[in-house]
C-alpha cells in the first residue's frame, strides 16, 4: 500500500485534456514539494514535473502540475499517443524520513 | 551529459547478500546525491536509499533498514548499496539516480537504466 494515492489507471482520447491526481497527508504533499515521472514500459523513469509545477527542459508544455493542500495533480492538455505511459508522483516524507512514491496511474490513449 | 551505470546485479539466493554499483559520469559527482529506487516485476516505483553528497547523511527505506547500506567513493564516482540478508521481496530492477542537489530532499533528476536482482531457490 502506496503512501501516496493514485488511480491507478486513466484514459482520453488524442486532444482532450487529462488529470492525474495524487494524494498525500501533512507529512508529505502538505510540507514538501511534488516531483512527477514518466515511465514508458521497458523504459526508466523520466522527471516530467518538478517543485510541483516546473517542467524541466524538453518536457511539452502541455504538461503542467499543481498543488493544493495534501494533494498535487498532473494535467495533459491535448493528449497525444506518444504520452501513454506509467505516471508516478513522489515527494519527500518528514514523518518517515524519507521519499515516497504513489502507486502510478497507468495513462491510456483510446 | 549526465550518465548513471548500474551493475553487480544477478540471481542470488535468499538470505544472501550483494553489492550494487552506480557508475557516474558526465557530472561533478561529489557535488550531487545519490538515490536508489527500485521496481518489483509489474510493480510501482520504490525509493530505497540516499546518500548525500560527502556521504555523512544516509537515509533508508523501513522496508530495507538494517539490511541496506549505501555508499560513495567520490574518488572514483561510484555509489554502491550493499544488500544483506536478501528476500524473495526484494527482488526488483534497481535504479540509481542523481539528485537535484547535494542532500536527500533533491529529487530524481537523471537516471540509469538499472540493474535486475532476482532473489530465487
Known amino acids: 500500500q502506496s503512501v501516496l494515492t493514485q488511480a491507478p489507471s486513466a484514459s482520453g482520447t488524442p486532444g482532450q485534456r487529462v488529470t492525474i491526481s495524487c494524494s498525500g497527508s501533512?507529512?508529505?504533499?502538505?510540507?514538501?514539494?511534488v516531483n512527477w515521472y514518466q515511465q514508458v514500459p521497458g523504459m526508466a523513469p523520466k522527471v516530467f514535473i518538478y517543485r510541483d509545477n516546473q517542467r524541466p527542459s524538453g518536457v511539452p508544455e502541455r504538461f503542467s502540475g499543481s498543488k493544493s493542500g495534501t494533494s498535487a495533480s498532473l494535467a495533459i492538455s491535448g493528449l497525444q499517443s506518444e504520452d501513454e505511459a506509467d505516471y508516478y508522483c513522489a515527494t519527500w516524507d518528514d514523518s518517515l524520513n524519507g521519499w515516497v512514491f504513489g502507486g502510478g496511474t497507468e495513462l491510456t490513449v483510446l | 551529459q549526465v550518465q548513471l551505470v548500474e551493475s553487480g546485479g544477478g540471481v542470488v539466493q535468499p538470505g544472501r547478500s550483494l553489492r550494487l554499483t552506480c557508475a557516474a559520469s558526465?557530472?561533478?559527482?561529489?557535488?550531487?546525491?545519490i538515490h536508489w529506487v527500485r521496481q518489483a516485476p509489474g510493480k510501482g516505483l520504490e525509493w530505497v536509499a540516499v546518500?548525500?553528497?560527502?556521504?555523512?547523511?544516509?537515509y533508508y527505506a523501513e522496508s530495507v533498514k538494517g539490511r541496506v547500506s549505501i555508499f560513495r567513493d567520490n574518488s572514483k564516482n561510484t555509489v554502491y548499496l550493499h544488500m544483506n540478508r536478501l528476500r524473495v521481496e526484494d527482488t526488483a530492477v534497481y535504479y540509481c539516480a542523481r539528485a537535484r542537489g547535494a542532500n536527500e530532499k533533491g529529487y530524481f533528476a537523471s537516471w540509469g537504466q538499472g540493474t535486475l536482482v532476482t532473489v530465487s531457490s
Open positions: 558526465g557530472f561533478i559527482f561529489s557535488h550531487y546525491g
Open positions: 501533512s507529512s508529505n504533499i502538505g510540507n514538501n514539494t
Open positions: 546518500i548525500s553528497s560527502d556521504g555523512n547523511k544516509k
